[in-house]
Nanobody, 126 residues
Framework: QVQLVESGGGLVQVGGSLRLSCSAS????????MGWFRQAPGKEREFVAR???????????DYADSVKGRATVSRHNALNTVYLEMNNLQPEDTAVYYC????????????????WGQGTQVTVSS
């Protein structure tokens, strides 16, 4: 069983930046694909970014087109934590942000992720 707890959300002005954190407990964190998703009011949940293990200590990352160039996903395995840094935030980035863990795949599909956090609200104000 893996427990995930997000933090770092809040109110940010347009053009601002923030860093979300997701702390994991249970299992072997370094092996997991970790993903970030978000859900805006009235919209479906969407993929934001993921980071997965290629082998050894080599990891790859992937981003949604909507955040590419503005977001960076990273992880600190010793702290069992994954981060999502976003800059140049826009009102359309307002959403609840979730982290998720895929313990067996590379997290290509939403359905690959078995464990989800409770989410953290990010509100971008103009």
């Amino acid at each position: 069983q893996v427990q995930l707890v997000e933090s770092g959300g809040g109110l940010v002005q347009v053009g601002g930046s923030l860093r979300l954190s997701c702390s994991a407990s249970g299992g072997t964190f370094s092996r997991y694909t970790m993903g970030w998703f978000r859900q805006a009011p009235g919209k479906e949940r969407e993929f934001v970014a993921r980071i997965w293990r290629r082998g050894g200590n080599v990891y790859s990352t992937d981003y949604a087109d909507s955040v590419k160039g503005r977001a960076t996903v990273s992880r600190h395995n010793a702290l069992n934590t994954v981060y999502l840094e976003m800059n140049n935030l826009q009102p359309e980035d307002t959403a609840v942000y979730y982290c998720a863990a895929d313990t067996t795949h590379e997290g290509v599909l939403d359905s690959d992720y078995e464990y989800w956090g409770q989410g953290t609200q990010v509100t971008v104000s103009s």
